[in-house]
């Protein structure tokens, strides 16, 4: 069967080439570093950190397969053990997705041989019917598609996927893509509204915006009904015990997978799974962050490609609520760690935040398709804001340590003590358990040439400003793009065309809502912005010709930012921003007892370099105000008094200060961190 | 045998007769609301509460013993069945004992026949060797002692002496105590050093305080001895695996009895039980907060009585520890929910507080106990503090609802959606399924008379200011102090002496620290107090006449107070005071988002009187500041914005406000409440 494909908007990552001083560093942190870590992570190579068995696992489903094949009875199957979690397979999924992003950039024949033979793997592991998943296969090889709503296996179906369509894309080899779509095709004889097939959809959606990539790489429609029907059918009955969740739960007979808060909770716990209403019937975002936003992802694809107004508008309802009502300034969702979860309108702490790297994630690939369907700056700023802070980070700049869960306020000495934070590290760690996030960061680094630009009609956006060299195509003709810039540290951008023959077009520069006085020029002449300003992009439509260059100055201005007054957590306080940085103390610079410390509104900054592990990063230096210790003492018997009784106006002084860039903080030993400070006007 | 009693210091309740119109009205509603409405609860006649079963289980274990004496077999034993906490006898204890006290103010022979036919109920489920415990009696005959981490037995002993104690003072009727020592007597056969007994110790302290209280009224040497071999041995071996708690467990098979923090976690935690460390080397607070300060109220006992310097030290040390770094400004102790347990200094979060009743009821016991061991405002100061808000906002203005946990800032729209919360409740419960705090406040109120005065040699210290008539004996004269004021609310104490022949003694009168400016006149003569001061008392020494009287100011201005700076969680906030009482701001008076507000320097306050729910109670009047909605609308796209990227100087709006004493907050419906309020200098 021969497919056509539908052109994906996402750029061509082989016509993008990032050259920027920023990201290429972490590109080749990514290829050299966490590539290859990771690999050994995966192999359990590496000593003293969590197993993680991935691909023992498939060795072990891949053996069993083999033996059944042959009728044979290897010793392999009975000893061998499956290991961990449910979803194990994932985590090689996203690796091998990474690998295919990089090897565009970084073309590496060993490495790409290694690609292969996991994908080989991965095959020796795929059943006659195209059923892959090494859990069900090992441990329960009678119970596929028995429980939905706790076992991922639709999940590490759409992870493999995304692998595939990635694979694909790089290498042009179909074999991955092909077993790929015998699975899907078989996923399609399973689940559908007919009488015969399940009426089930995942606990973890993920096969949805799989689906869709799917979709476009082979054109097959099949596809993107499948991933309609997943997302239609999602909280069928919710009002009834004709939930499908009810319904499967029962046949089980009270067999369930996760018990942690209480047993079957994975099932019961609607929301968590994002199964608690149909999608049209969802006024906030709720449950776990990571489900959400892959959901919407997936739902948003589906929405611009089948023109569904009703869907659209959930988008934008769902991605206004968790923008306006329940993000961090850092890009980061999901306040709360009991269940990974969002909490509800205007309930942000910073000490107990859960915020998980791959919810941030999750969200820009959500603002990349909401862009796609509906190009507005607001989209692309949360895309920029949770990349820069939150999704930078989840790593360390060595590439081998991880944060899972980013809160914007700690102090390490109470940690241990105070079970609320059980969840939080005040330092990133080797690997997890749980190990979805450090390979979601590598392929979201290594993919990071499909966000620069979105290509829709005869517009190109600029979402991210990354020097790079990138061609397009416009009527036919080749044009190459080529940014230059040293963000997000400096405020000149220049953008400049070569083409043969000069194409009409429009080029749309983002104007960071964070940048009061944008400025552009064009072939050294400025423009004004009033007329030209759509969604929060400057639309410059013209004949292009080669040569041609676009300036534009988004002045860094460091911004005193404060939230919205319905905020109780943040009342009175200020963070410090500078671009699309959010900026934070730490005790490495400004000793302990942050919180002692408040910004005056005379405080001015300066830029200075950062050494050391902040070497190349851009510091701010500014004196802040100390709260002094008790002075009270006529009140008091003693300073170590808890209460002082009739307080006078604190005294404080001032103290010279350093602010970090959020995503660096972490790198110098364990110490306290702070995002919100205390306003001292 | 015949027992020679220890005189206890407390005064005896008999003695004291409370005419103050605050605390009467409290008392009243003990008599007439709470323990009526308890004794419903544990016969569970109350409809749609938690179920007690309380007198059901002694009914059963009763049926069961009395069977096994006939060697009969009663249906009854095979279909009834113990329910609830294994820990459910002790909810009984402390309502016998709150009757107890309440009899020796309010005689009621009715009341009175209840609790002697509910003490014959209780000694026909003591078995023939003394033993009581509902528990092991139904449910597991044969395994007494078997698991003392865990399943209170001893604890639930304590009460039941706690009980017996009381109830023989108020009625001279020996027949519970004499049950009492029987089952101690047999208690000391089990437990001890030697090779023959358990090295054993409760999971739960209290048989440690009640066995001190039971060495006073009984002056039997063994119990004080006992005493001190369960304090002793706490902690031995706390480095190996023959822990007892190890041992027992062991000797278990893995048989364990809570599991909600993982299967045995309450032997494991052994911080948790107060069991990680001997006493003498515990430097800080930790643990289960109830079972700290019931453990130590029980060591100061035993120090006082035994002169035991390293147990004074420890005592003194834990307290500092407690009181200057872990205690709210409500006098609530315990900071999280896990465990119900200390956190680490300076670590008091205002909105996950678990601040339970019943620890800051062990924390005035214990404060009396020291202040009996080594007379010091230090002490007194705490227990009034306590005392005055979060235990009296423990009980609802009805008598009939009731706190367990005692946030200090409280938003109910955000409680069911961020797990941080799942143990606040916004408003007082009818009962709990752990049923502690509703008798523990029954008792203490009860028995607030010993309270109020503390002899030690020939000094009668004044600790809380009640109205009330009190006969003390001095150089065998009887000596009658009628105490007059309107405490809390108004600042003028009186003191009267009614005695037949002069006697030289000393009123130490407590000076609290709240107070700048205390003044004190003796029969119309001002005093200075300067020389005379000592541990926060006013020491005066003269031979007392009939008719001497004092008069004691206590001037109360609205105090700002502020916390210690190492606090992170108050910086930059103030909470207002007023004499002993810590007030709040309630959404009833002050509309919502109460963050908003905050304090300026030059705010004044007003006393007015309380309406409504609040009648009788003395309000605070003031203006604060309102932050205004956002207003920088050049710099957003909408006022929806949860971030403002360059604030301006908030604009803020004075509001007329008002603040009620936290002990009455939520007694107006569901809104929210916040003591530390943002301090607007």
Redo the contacts between chains.
Sequence with gaps: MKFTSIAPMEIDLKKVDITDPFWSEYQHLIKDIAIPYQWGALNDAIPDIEASHSIENFKIAAAKLENIARQDNNPLEKEAEFYDMVFQDSDLAKWLEAVAYSLCKYPDAALEQTADETIELIIKAQHKDGYINTYFTVKEPDNRWTNLAECHELYCAGHLIEAAVAYFNTTGKRRFLDAMCRFVDYIDTVFGLETNKLQGYPGHPEIELALMRLYEVTGNERYQSLARYFVEQRGANYDSDQHYYAVESRKRLGVYHYDHYGPAWMSKDRAYSQAHLPISDQKVAVGHAVRFVYLYTGVAHLARLSADKDKIETCKRLWNNM???Q?Y?TGAIG?????ES???D??L?ND?AYTETCASIGLIMFANRMMQLEPDR?YTDVMERALYNTVLAGMALDGKHFFYVNPLEV?P??I?????YDHVKPVRQRWFSCACCPPNIARIISSLGQYIYTQKDKVIYTNLYIASQTKLTLNNEEVTLTMACNYPWEEQISLKVACQNAVEYTIALRLP??C?NPSIAVNGQKISLDKISLKGYAHITREWKNDDHIELTLKM?V??????????QN??K??I?RGPLVYCLEQADNGE?L??L?LA?TATFALIKGVGALTGKTLLQTTLLK????DDED???DN????????K??SKTPQPAVFVPYFAWGNRGIGEMRVWV??S?
Tied chains: 1, 2.
């Design positions: 923008t306006c009502r993000m300034i306040a709360q760690g009991r269940g969002f909490t509800s205007y309930d702490p107990t607001i102090s000495k109470h241990p003590h105070n079970h609320i809502l964070w009061k201005e911004l005193r930012v404060k939230s919205h007054p319905k905020l109780r009342i009175g200020i963070a921003s007892d919180h002692q408040s509104r709260e002094d210790a008790n009140n008091n018997e170590d008094a808890l209460y002082i009784l009739d307080s106006t604190a205390d306003d006007y």
